[in-house]
């Protein structure tokens, strides 16, 4: 199936600093949704996109969907020690409901 | 908005005995259903996904089964564990447009 590639793998910042995290594919995807899981918890939604190009914001959170379709990228604003976790992206294909996942940044966020 | 129920939470079962997780959805019908599995301080892997009744694909060969008795249910299981078996088993569902997880259930094998 579809890989994806996510980078980096971890991250380590400073309270107020921006964040940038992204995924790539081989492959064309349908849509692109970003997540945040907690320690010991199911990751939750963040942000979908659904269109090449569409520009997606949630509070501190902005998620673009790439113009070719093969990667996606999340950039977190003024970094604070709540947003500590790991995030994960995921890619649906078209027509196709086998869902992938990168393999997740791990954020710390120091204060 | 969907809701998706996984139980139970942890789960110690001995080497060789049999496995039964249980995930229902709620708020949702027909929804493609999925079982993960996350190794501690890793990504997700797709053990099995399910766009309907009784439609179930296997992504990895392995010591585990995943059934769908019902419309919102699904269902993975064992006949006999293995050590390797342990790991965060993370049920997910949704549709073309996105999907929701439980709490997840961490399973120790001993």
């Known amino acids: 199936g579809q890989q994806l590639n996510q980078s980096p793998q971890s991250m380590f910042i400073q309270e107020g600093e921006d964040v940038s995290m992204n995924c790539t594919s081989s492959s064309i995807f349908n849509t692109w949704l970003w997540y945040k899981q907690e320690p010991g918890e199911g990751p939750v939604l963040l942000i979908a996109?659904?269109?090449?190009?569409e520009l997606t914001s949630n509070g501190r959170l902005t998620a673009q969907f790439g113009i070719t379709r093969k990667d996606s990228f999340l950039n977190i604003s003024a970094s604070i020690p709540s947003d500590v976790g790991i995030y994960f992206c995921?890619?649906?294909?078209?027509?196709?409901?086998?869902?992938?996942f990168g393999a997740g940044t791990r954020l710390t966020v120091k204060p | 908005s969907q809701t998706i129920h996984q139980w139970p939470a942890t789960l110690v079962q001995p080497v060789g005995s049999p496995l039964s997780l249980e995930c229902t959805v709620e708020g949702t019908s027909n929804p493609n259903l999925y079982w993960y599995r996350q190794a501690a301080g890793r990504g997700l892997q797709l053990l099995f996904y399910s766009v309907g009744i009784g439609q179930i694909s296997s992504e990895v060969p392995q010591n585990l089964s995943a059934s769908r008795p019902q419309d919102r249910q699904f269902i993975l299981s064992s006949k006999k564990l293995l050590l390797s078996d342990s790991g965060f088993y993370l049920c997910a569902g949704g549709d073309n447009t996105e999907a929701f997880f439980g709490q997840g259930t961490r399973l120790t094998v001993v």
């Open positions: 995921a890619g649906l294909p078209y027509n196709n409901n086998d869902m992938r």
């Open positions: 996109l659904y269109k090449a190009g």
